[in-house]
């Protein structure tokens, strides 16, 4: 079974750009997460999407924004990027939203800004 | 207070030993517990998740929660060298709608 995928691993931007990230769940999984790791940092939320709603969001300003598509896939924009955005981030996806399902991490897409 | 507090670490223990790695939390409301184990420049990778008082048992990994003390833990026996890794505890809260909150995790090393 395929675990969670995002593209791309790397990602090279200047300030004032947009980004885009892309995450694939677990085939069965409708619940997509959002975090944010910067150097050092604990894993901060960012965005909670399930059956292609927004759920929940973190303390990030506007310009973090993202959606879900209907075969669950998701992607985070970023836009008017600041050096500070400069970090791991990391999708998770689990079969249901809520409190009670684990959820399980891809291996990130690492955002650097020049 | 932090709403889910570990101490940073380095927890350092001889091969073999057991890591004993602890985590309080905030909300007394919380249902859902997980610990995560972080290599370096890798994603966090599940290892257990306890959802009731009591411990809960996996190979070398046994998780213990109590509830009223707001407190979990995560005891790996018989360390080994590649169980070196930072070790998140996270916590579903009920109170911040189900978003699951992350300790900034403990560095374990596990000395050969």
Redesign the interface.
């Known amino acids: 079974e395929a675990g969670v995928t995002q593209s791309p691993t790397h990602l090279i931007k200047t300030r004032g750009q947009q980004a885009t990230l892309r995450c694939s769940p677990i085939s069965g999984h409708t619940s997509v997460?959002w975090?944010q790791q910067a150097l050092g940092?604990?894993?901060q939320?960012l965005l909670?999407y399930d059956e292609g709603e927004e759920?929940?969001r973190?303390n990030f300003p506007p310009r973090f924004s993202g959606r879900q598509f209907p075969n669950y896939s998701s992607e985070l924009n970023v836009n008017a990027l600041e050096l500070e955005d400069s970090a791991?981030y990391?999708c998770a996806s689990s079969l249901q939203?809520?409190?009670?399902q684990?959820?399980?991490?891809?291996?990130?897409t690492r955002l650097s800004i020049l | 207070q932090k709403e889910v507090e570990q101490n940073s670490g380095p927890l350092s223990v001889p091969e073999g030993a057991i890591a004993s790695l602890n985590c309080t939390y905030s909300d007394r409301g919380s249902?859902?517990f997980?610990w995560?184990r972080q290599y370096s420049g890798?994603?966090?990778?599940?290892i257990m998740?306890i959802?009731s008082n009591g411990d809960k048992e996996d190979g070398r990994f046994t998780a213990q929660l109590n509830k009223a003390s707001q407190y979990v833990s995560l005891l790996i026996r018989d360390s080994q060298p590649s169980d070196s890794a930072t070790y998140?505890c996270?916590v579903?809260m009920?109170r911040?709608?189900?978003?699951?909150?992350?300790?900034?995790?403990t560095r374990l090393l596990v000395r050969p």
């Open positions: 997460y975090y940092l604990g894993l939320f909670w759920r929940n973190g791991l990391l939203g809520g409190d009670v684990p959820q399980h991490f891809g291996d990130g | 249902q859902s997980f995560y890798k994603s966090p990778e599940l998740s959802y998140l996270a579903n009920l911040s709608s189900y978003k699951l909150i992350f300790g900034s995790g």
